[in-house]
Nanobody, 121 residues
């Protein structure tokens, strides 16, 4: 029900835009989040956005570099990633939560399959 795309290989300092398209759910009733998992590490909160798109929250590690947005008409959430660093290398997952947004992975109801972002130094 959540299909993430847009990952790839990019040099440090570069940019990527991830997309996550939802289907089969009332998208505008779900808060959305992005999480990531680097090799050998646990899943980490990146950012979240509320149902209307008016409120967002970010992990300190990505503040000022990443921007989450959503288009409820297209049932899609985006993650614009700028000034990428090698430590941003991870599989990025989008997730949907019925209700208010959250930074806790356990709070989310649905998960996408993940898209790999690799940042070379």
């Amino acid at each position: 029900q959540l299909q993430a795309s847009g990952g790839g290989l990019v040099q440090a300092g570069g940019s990527l835009r991830l997309s996550c398209a939802a289907s089969g759910l009332a998208f505008n009733t779900y808060a959305m989040g992005w999480f990531r998992q680097a090799p050998g590490k646990g899943r980490e909160f990146v950012t979240t956005i509320n149902r209307s798109g008016g409120v967002t929250d970010y992990a300190d590690s990505v503040k000022g570099r990443f921007t989450i947005s959503r288009d409820n008409a297209k049932d899609t959430v985006y993650l614009q990633m700028n000034s990428l660093k090698p430590e941003d290398t991870a599989v990025y997952y989008c997730a949907a939560r019925s209700g208010s947004f959250s930074s806790r992975a356990a709070a989310y109801d649905y998960w996408g399959q993940g898209t790999l972002v690799t940042v070379s130094s």
